[in-house]
């Protein structure tokens, strides 16, 4: 089993900048199965949306086209830990984040969820 713990998130101006992290604990075997991380996110009434993703050994990255230009994921290895940089932030990218961890088997670790509030 993965845990995964996120932290980061809060209220910012628009055009303010945040950093979410995401941190994996557990078993070292089902971490060591982990090949992709991907930050989703859920504004209230609306579906849960893929915002960015990164594969876990290439390090190749996908945005959706709502973030692109402003918004950077990356991750360390060493440190089980996934993050993304968040710049020019608007009101609607207000949602809970949630990391996700997905093993080479395709089964899904998720975190709690983190509060992103962006408004003057």
């Known amino acids: 089993q993965v845990q995964l713990v996120e932290s980061g998130g809060g209220w910012v101006q628009p055009g303010g900048s945040l950093t979410l992290s995401c941190a994996a604990s557990g078993s070292w075997l089902s971490i060591l199965s982990i090949s992709n991380m991907a930050w989703y996110r859920q504004a209230p009434g609306k579906q849960r949306e893929l915002v960015a993703d990164?594969?876990?050994?290439?390090?190749?990255?996908n945005y959706a086209d709502s973030v692109k230009g402003r918004f950077t994921t990356s991750r360390d290895n060493a440190k089980n830990t996934v993050y993304l940089q968040m710049n020019s932030l608007k009101p609607e990218d207000t949602a809970v984040y949630y990391c996700?961890?997905?093993?080479?088997?395709?089964?899904?670790?998720w975190g709690q969820g983190t509060q992103v509030t962006v408004s003057s």
């Open positions: 990164i594969s876990k050994f290439a390090g190749t990255t």
């Open positions: 996700n961890f997905r093993s080479i088997k395709g089964y899904d670790y």
